[in-house]
């Protein structure tokens, strides 16, 4: 419910140094109504002259009121900010992570064409639409749920806006797209490269693939919605599984059960992300997304991205179907260009303050052969302050080096020594597991370097942390010596040195210190 359309401002007159005036989407149009600027870290809207009556009766009659407690607009409000040569300001509810429509999941893909539908149903009950029909106006919101952000898009109809051309677009970019992926999964990758670098498929092309037409009737404004609205529930889009597709399990998600449970690797990733508190967050080769929800759930703003579709398609369910509010927006997609997506970039809004990198370094070294520089540099680019990464000893292999020969430059020394000059200091943790379970090392990089900070050596520090669990016999502690690059077990965990060099790494078991330092 929005309890007041009314922003107090205490009619402060902005700065027009500070303003940055802003480019929402990439497809090309005019906006009759104002422009949007971000300024002090919020996000505005001045409204033109010879639009502001309308733009004021759009409140005054509540009708933006209306579309916002609907889900159908985004937080919409008008203050009391003053702009030279715009009479109105207006406040739009920031959205944390802008998403690209070709890095969808196919499910949301239907859920945003669905709103368009319904919010240009809604609109007809006023005499308005819609003057555009792309997805790019449509932008994830709380539990994944889609949210129209263009208010600048909504006019009458008119002459000038006969809902004609938002219809027409409409087909290309969503109906099309849709229809053809949900015919042909096979052609997911080149549907993607055609969402990303051209937005639609006009109906010539899509008769030139398919041999076939589907005609709506843009005679008839309602009539079409109709027609839309019935056929998009309809479309089945099938996901190709991989080995990944089930790797995160249903009871991956009981977050309140972790200190009880067996899995001391997530447990440990809680307890970091407990005492990081970051606001957002981006979690890269996110799977299912269970420390994507384990972050949202505590209190982040999460975007969470993989390549494969099936497991992102897993987690947008999941997040969708939620009762409570959850902030998390998702994405298909690689982590860099030269992947087997290489016409993505980097989404210009995936990054947080923290970042999670978990069992992927391995991959990215061992087999997709990029170098340990590149991969640091890539991981950290997507933090601003912190990241959370994995360092798999024994490579592909859970209780064994593999593969074999095992590649010489593969070590987790290499691996820091990356990330000299991208982080001031570096946490090494290792935790017991089940004899069973991979030895992974968890890497808690801290104070991100910018590029004016001058070179420097990652400060390291090593702590070992749930040793209680080694009152089981079924757990272990594996520890890779810093000296020498052995792996070593700890039977006595109150002196912890490596039994093959006798060295001198400290290894800090203040749990305290570990998680309160953070």
Avoid at 109 to 132: H, P, Q, S
Avoid at 144 to 162: A, E, R, T, W
Avoid at 496 to 507: D, E, F, L, Q, V
Wanted: proline fraction near 4%; aromatic fraction near 12%.
């Amino acid at each position: 419910m929005v309890n007041a359309m009314l922003m107090k401002t205490n009619n402060q007159f902005i700065d027009i140094e500070e303003v940055n005036w802003l480019t929402l989407t990439s497809v090309s149009s005019i906006d009759v109504v104002g422009k949007v600027f971000s300024y002090r870290g919020k996000v505005f809207r001045a409204i033109n002259e010879e639009m502001t009556d309308y733009v004021h009766e759009l409140f005054d009659k509540n009708i933006v009121r209306k579309l916002v407690e609907r889900g159908l607009l985004i937080d919409t409000r008008r203050t009391e900010l003053q702009l030279k040569d715009y009479p109105l300001i207006l406040w739009h509810e920031k959205i944390p992570h802008i998403t690209k429509p070709a890095f969808w999941p196919w499910e949301f893909y239907r859920k945003a064409g669905m709103k368009f539908i319904e919010l240009n149903e809604v609109l007809m009950n006023w005499g308005l639409a819609t003057c555009d029909g792309h997805q790019e106006n449509i932008m994830m919101h709380n539990n994944c749920s889609p949210v129209f952000i263009d208010f600048g898009s909504i006019l009458p109809l008119n002459m000038s806006n006969n809902g004609l051309t938002s219809l027409k677009q409409f087909k290309g970019c969503f109906f099309n797209m849709m229809l053809l992926r949900a015919q042909k999964p096979e052609l997911e990758n080149i549907l993607r490269y055609i969402c990303y670098h051209k937005g639609s498929i006009l109906d010539n092309e899509y008769q030139a693939i398919t041999g076939d037409l589907i005609e709506a009737p843009y005679h008839d404004r309602e009539m079409c919605l109709r027609f839309y609205k019935a056929l998009l529930p309809k479309l089945r889009f099938e996901n190709t599984k991989t080995v990944w597709t089930g790797y995160h399990k249903e009871n991956d998600f009981d977050f309140e059960k972790l200190q009880e449970s067996e899995d001391t690797r997530a447990y440990t990733v809680l307890r970091l992300l407990k005492a990081k508190q970051p606001k957002t967050l981006v979690d890269i080769a996110a799977n299912a997304g269970k420390f994507s929800l384990m972050a949202a759930w505590l209190g982040a703003k999460v975007y969470a991205f993989d390549i494969h579709g099936a497991a992102i398609e897993k987690l947008y369910s999941r997040v969708a179907g939620e009762e409570s509010s959850l902030d998390v927006s998702v994405g298909v997609h690689g982590i860099y260009r030269g992947d087997r997506y290489n016409f993505w970039q980097l989404p210009l809004a995936a990054k947080g303050e923290v970042a999670l990198s978990l069992a992927i370094s391995h991959h990215l070294s061992i087999t997709q052969k990029k170098p340990m520089n590149f991969i640091a540099q890539t991981l950290a680019a997507y933090c601003d302050k912190t990241l959370i990464s994995e360092f798999m000893p024994y490579g592909l292999g859970n209780t064994k080096y593999y593969p074999d020969p095992f590649p010489e430059d593969y070590s987790l020394s290499n691996y820091l020594t990356a990330f000299d000059s991208l982080f001031e200091r570096v946490k090494v943790i290792f935790y017991p597991t089940r004899k069973h379970w991979s030895f992974r090392i968890m890497l808690v990089f801290e104070g991100k370097l910018t590029s004016g900070d001058s070179a420097r050596e990652i400060e390291k520090s090593y702590f070992v942390c749930h040793t209680d669990k080694l009152d089981h016999d079924d757990y272990i502690l594996r520890v890779l010596c810093p000296e020498c690059n052995s792996i070593f077990h700890v039977e006595d965990k109150s002196h912890i040195s490596c039994p093959m060099c006798n060295g001198n790494t400290a290894y800090n078991q203040d749990e305290e210190l570990l998680f309160s330092s953070m």
